[in-house]
């Protein structure tokens, strides 16, 4: 149990164009997901909080207008990164919450989205 | 948030009992402490996760000492597979990754 899914596993685009990056909790339900991006070699970083039917809330430096999260069910959240460059080029991890909606319930997280952009 | 420090890297043979130290001296009373495995280009697994005590699962135990400023996560008989960075996690809310620990099991 507990299976998150992300979609695509890995995307090539051109300099300027919009990405579109899915998370999907597959055998529960989750109120709240979370997206990272990792660098080579480094840690994951928080991005934002994506909760189901309100707007994200967006760690500092992260730009909003760039990074658009849309979490309309329960079981989906997106992420757009809009008008992308190579400096976006990252991992994209997302992770969801499984549990009754306490704020300690266990996070699991996707497989993860390699993003390159030309 | 807490901050979690744990040692950057650490080599272990096959077949040895793996312990992993996390310091968290400023953990707050609602902080649960959450261990990670994550491999090169996958997403994190959830490995283990407690509170105070002792937590034993499957594939890990995790001590926790009475202060809590502390925890080793114990991985029994490791294998090659075990090679990956692994993260300590002090939260009640949100995650914040530190750097982890880069695990090298030899053969």
């Known amino acids: 149990g507990a299976v998150v899914s992300q979609h695509p596993s890995r995307v090539i685009c051109k300099s300027g164009t919009s990405v579109k990056i899915e998370c999907r909790s597959l055998?529960?339900?989750?109120?709240?997901m979370f997206w990272y991006r990792q660098f080579p070699k480094k840690s994951l970083m928080l991005m934002a909080t994506?909760?189901?039917?309100?707007?994200?809330?967006?760690e500092q430096g992260v730009e909003k207008d760039k990074f658009l999260i849309n979490h309309a069910s329960l079981t989906l959240s997106t992420l757009t990164v809009t008008s992308a460059h190579p400096e976006d080029s990252s991992f994209y991890i997302c992770?969801?919450?499984?549990?009754?909606?306490?704020?300690?319930?266990?996070?699991?997280f996707g497989p993860g989205t390699r993003l390159t952009v030309l | 948030l807490a901050k979690t420090t744990q040692p950057i890297s650490m080599d272990s043979y096959e077949g040895q009992e793996v312990n992993i130290t996390c310091s968290h001296n400023?953990?707050?009373?609602?902080?649960?402490i959450t261990w990670y495995q994550q491999f090169p280009s996958q997403g994190p697994r959830f490995i283990i996760q407690?509170?105070?005590t002792k937590v034993k699962n499957e594939v890990a135990s995790l001590f926790i000492p009475a202060d809590r400023k502390s925890s080793t996560l114990s991985l029994p008989r490791v294998s090659l597979s075990d090679t990956a960075v692994y993260y300590c996690?002090?939260?009640?809310?949100?995650?914040?990754f530190g750097k982890g620990t880069r695990l090298h099991i030899l053969p």
């Open positions: 400023n953990i707050a009373t609602n902080d649960y």
């Open positions: 996690l002090v939260h009640f809310d949100k995650i914040i």
């Open positions: 992770s969801a919450k499984a549990g009754a909606g306490a704020r300690t319930d266990t996070q699991y």
């Open positions: 407690g509170y105070k």
């Open positions: 994506s909760n189901e039917g309100s707007k994200a809330t967006y």
């Open positions: 055998d529960f339900q989750a109120t709240t």
